[in-house]
Nanobody, 123 residues
Framework: QVQLVQSGGGSVQAGGSLRLSCAAS????????MGWFRQAPGKEREFVAAINWSGERTDYIGSVKGRFTISREGARNTVYLQMNSLKPDDTAVYYCGSSGVSYIPARDSYLYWGQGTQVTVSS
């Protein structure tokens, strides 16, 4: 059974930084691509970033390119989202997802989800 446990997040002023973590457990989870998504109040969940199983390939939504960095640490089976230059529009509940495959899949293909963590950016 795949389990994703998130940590990090919180409140910060615009221009600040936060780091999210997502620890995965379960069979073969270290071979799965992982992603980060977010859902703002009244909006649908949207893709933010993804990383393949080896960490060699990444993908980002345009609005976070150059500000957010996704990475993974194999020994800890943990994926991180470093968020810099945060903006009020980044305010949302952030979710990590596990794809069940090694490559970065279609954005609607993630199978397993973390519990979500709130990120609030004030102006």
């Amino acid at each position: 059974q795949v389990q994703l446990v998130q940590s990090g997040g919180g409140s910060v002023q615009a221009g600040g930084s936060l780091r999210l973590s997502c620890a995965a457990s379960g069979r073969d989870t270290n071979t799965y691509a992982m992603g980060w998504f977010r859902q703002a109040p009244g909006k649908e969940r949207e893709f933010v970033a993804a990383i393949n199983w080896s960490g060699e390939r990444t993908d980002y939504i345009g609005s976070v390119k150059g500000r957010f960095t996704i990475s993974r640490e194999g020994a800890r089976n943990t994926v991180y989202l470093q968020m810099n230059s945060l903006k009020p529009d980044d305010t949302a509940v952030y979710y990590c997802g596990s794809s069940g495959v090694s490559y970065i899949p279609a954005r609607d293909s993630y199978l397993y989800w973390g519990q979500g963590t709130q990120v609030t950016v004030s102006s």
